[in-house]
């Protein structure tokens, strides 16, 4: 198994993608073999943070207690995955352009990645 | 070898506090035997649900044995919303392999009496990732919301584009004994009912229930009642969204599967069962499979395509949007409404002249997914 690599879930303000030596799929999620081809042959690289917004939801039931509207996003990366984050931008919509902050918004205060619009 | 579907069985759903999940599986039972004609000592294979509010390490055990049966193979399954017809492809091919005769496949639980909303969410939401998504504070109908807003996106729709297909399934649901919703809505109702995570709103989202669902698998039919399993499919390309590929979660690979295994084409299926947790799902898994254009779901719902007497009758129980979910049955009734439909029971609500039938059911968020081909057997 590949060592993982401290990334916002270990409170660096990082995102990684993973992309296949042989096919070139990139992914998000960890995974030791590409979905794709099945190589376990692959680079981990730092996301730039930039890309596009394709869905917001505001949040009106809540898994914890918390009475408040929660924003979530999908951003589809320029190196191509989705990732799941928070919405801090209040204007931010499918089909803008959007960059990745890592806010300490988390359990406990952790890291959790945020999206807002791209200046 | 040949497996036929023998007996069926649906409890009513709805918030109906008092029996257990245990309770509710062998209820279903019940009916599902007496629908096969067979008596509990023929059966020897079981296959049980997960139940979310029980909890067991080992359903089918807890279940035979207070069931009052021994059977030779007993084994839990859990595959979220795709358990009850993945259960069904195991008891299959137990069967066709001369395994077992008789495969009694049951689930059930009392999933709105039995445990409190804040629970229920929290249990579902780990369907989430445990570092990359749970901790964003999603929930099951919040990564739906998320498909739902990349769709209308994609597609230049507002939110209305959706509300057609629980007013369907909820027209469909009036006139069916057991659904928790019978109430007609309307496109005005689903907007204006509260938001649950944007765009999706209470009447986009179904409900929880209690209640228990089960079949019988057998090596012969029992009747002329009995139905083949002419097919089934499945694919598991993704656990979660973040892993999902847009627009390719797999539907139609396990529909593909289904299909070939049974020799037929969509052209030659009568009725459907769609898996409908979400507006949102049924639309994307009728889009995926090919049944109508990207986009337009919605639109066909509006045009009466999934009435009784539609291009594509579907859930003509009212699916889970108005029937119930009540976890691993939510899925079954889709599949025990096909066939009530092929065995031509339906009495009001008949599709006419039905022949073939196909269901598809999907775990997690489009993360398993499993189809199934039903026949009359002079059909076949």
């Not at chain 1, 590409?34 to 039931?61: E, F, I, N, Q």
């Not at chain 2, 055990?61 to 069904?88: D, H, K, Q, W, Y």
């Not at chain 2, 629980?166 to 009912?193: N, Y």
């Not at chain 2, 084409?265 to 049944?291: K, M, P, Q, R």
Request: charged letters at 20%; aromatic letters at 6%.
């Amino acid at each position: 198994m590949s060592e993982p690599v401290p990334d916002w879930t270990a409170g660096e303000p990082v995102l990684f993608v993973t992309v296949c030596s042989l096919c070139g799929t990139t992914w998000y999620l960890p995974a030791e073999h590409c979905p794709v081809c099945g190589s376990g042959d692959h680079d981990v690289r730092a996301a730039r943070g930039t890309g596009l917004c394709v869905a917001v939801t505001r949040v009106h039931v809540r898994a914890d207690a918390d009475d408040g509207v929660l924003c979530l996003g999908l951003l589809e990366l320029d190196e191509g995955p989705v990732v799941m984050g928070r919405v801090h931008d209040p204007d931010l919509a499918a089909g803008d352009r959007a960059r990745i902050e890592f806010r300490t918004d988390g359990p406990d205060g952790g890291l959790l990645p945020s999206f807002a619009r791209q200046d | 070898m040949t497996a036929l579907l023998t007996g069926v069985g649906v409890t009513a759903y709805g918030r109906q506090p008092g029996p257990d999940s245990v309770d509710w599986q062998v209820q279903a039972a019940e009916l599902a035997l007496a629908d096969a004609g067979i008596e509990p000592g023929e059966v020897d294979a079981v296959l049980t649900g997960y139940s979310t509010v029980a909890g067991h390490l080992m359903p089918a055990n807890l279940f035979s044995e207070r069931f009052g049966i021994r059977p030779a193979i007993a084994f839990g399954l859990s595959v979220g919303g795709a358990t009850g017809l993945a259960m069904l492809a195991e008891a299959t091919r137990l069967v066709e392999s001369a395994a077992a005769r008789h495969v009694l496949v049951a689930a059930g639980e009392n999933r709105a009496s039995g445990q409190s909303r804040e629970t229920s969410t929290r249990i579902l939401a780990q369907v989430g990732h445990a570092r990359y998504e749970v901790p964003l504070g999603g929930t099951v109908p919040a990564y739906y919301a998320l498909l739902a807003s990349r769709y209308l996106w994609t597609f230049g729709l507002g939110p209305e584009a959706l509300a057609s297909l629980p007013v369907q399934m909820r027209a469909h649901a009036s006139r069916k004994l057991g659904a928790q919703f019978q109430k007609p809505i309307t496109v005005a109702d689903v907007l204006s009912s509260r938001p649950v995570a944007e765009p999706l709103r209470l009447l986009d989202c179904c409900p929880v229930s209690d209640g228990g669902a089960a079949f019988v698998v057998s090596a012969t039919p029992t009747s002329e009642r009995s139905l083949l399993v002419a097919g089934t499919g499945q694919a598991h390309r993704h656990q979660h969204l973040s892993a999902m590929e847009p627009g390719g979660s797999g539907a139609v690979q396990a529909a593909q599967r289904a299909l070939g295994e049974a020799e037929v084409t969509w052209e030659d299926v009568d009725v459907f069962g769609i898996y409908d947790s979400f507006s949102i799902t049924v639309a994307l898994l009728l889009e995926e499979l090919g049944l109508t254009p990207p986009g337009r779901a919605g639109a066909y719902a509006r045009a009466g395509a999934f009435e009784v007497d539609g291009r594509f009758p579907m859930n003509t129980h009212g699916g889970l949007l108005s029937y119930g979910h009540c976890g691993v049955g939510g899925g079954m009734a889709h599949l025990a409404e096909v066939a009530t439909q092929l065995r031509h029971e339906r009495g009001a609500a008949q599709v006419a002249d039905c022949e073939v039938g196909y269901v598809h059911a999907d775990g997690g968020v489009l993360s398993a997914h499993v189809g199934v081909v039903l026949k009359r057997v002079a059909t076949a």
